[in-house]
């Protein structure tokens, strides 16, 4: 498999491409700084740019076969209320030019990371988490991840649309549990899950096509 990832050098994008590397896969990383990646391997060739560049996106994603979008919209920190550092339809603007450039360069199957509530009725999320949605700096994220996913669902593209809870560096073996649409209430329990977990979820996805 060929593949274009973007959002190589963030910390879950950092997981998925070392996963895919040993996974024996080509990789074409879209990144702004190619100094941040510092990873080197026959199997992995590094384009610069910004995946709102409709040429630079281009020029990656040609001869791919998939496309995998661990992108987010980043703050200043982790803080809920902290700045954006990133445009706040930065995950819409990229998958319009995705879908816009997959059929052209051959691409068949696009995955990208989302989160957990999104696109869920929002009584069945915790009270606190409902709060920070309509408080703070999480909800633009999270109103730009329903765009980005109504963007692919529309696409005609085949498409994989994951959802994790809360995300933990933790690189212990862990059990994923995987639970897809169908037409319920939707999650009512938060739980975490690893970054290395959700990395081996999004390629083991995107091996089954």
Request: overall charge positive; charged content about 25%.
């Amino acid at each position: 498999m060929k593949l274009l990832l973007l959002g190589a050098t963030g910390r879950t994008g950092r997981y998925v491409l070392s996963e895919a590397l040993k996974r024996g896969h080509t990789v074409h990383a879209l990144v702004r700084d190619k100094a941040k990646l510092g990873a080197a391997s026959d199997q992995l060739k590094l384009f610069e740019g910004s995946p709102l560049e409709q040429e630079a996106l281009q020029q990656a994603m040609q001869g791919c076969d998939t496309v995998i979008s661990t992108l987010n919209i980043s703050r200043k920190s982790d803080f809920p209320w902290a700045k954006l550092v990133s445009p706040k339809d930065l995950l819409s603007r990229a998958m319009l030019h995705i879908v816009a450039l997959a059929p052209g360069a051959g691409v068949q199957h696009v995955l990208t990371m989302s989160a957990f509530g999104v696109h869920e009725k929002k009584e069945n999320l915790p009270f606190l988490f409902r709060l920070l949605l309509r408080t703070s700096n999480i909800g633009v994220t999270y109103r730009d991840h329903e765009r980005q996913e109504d963007i692919l669902r529309a696409s005609g593209l085949d498409w994989t649309i994951v959802r994790p809870v809360g995300l933990t560096n933790s690189e212990e073996p862990q059990q994923v549990l995987a639970l897809t649409e169908a037409g319920g209430d939707g999650p009512r329990l938060a739980r975490t899950v690893s970054r290395l977990a959700v990395a081996r979820f999004l390629m083991d996805a995107a091996e089954k096509g």
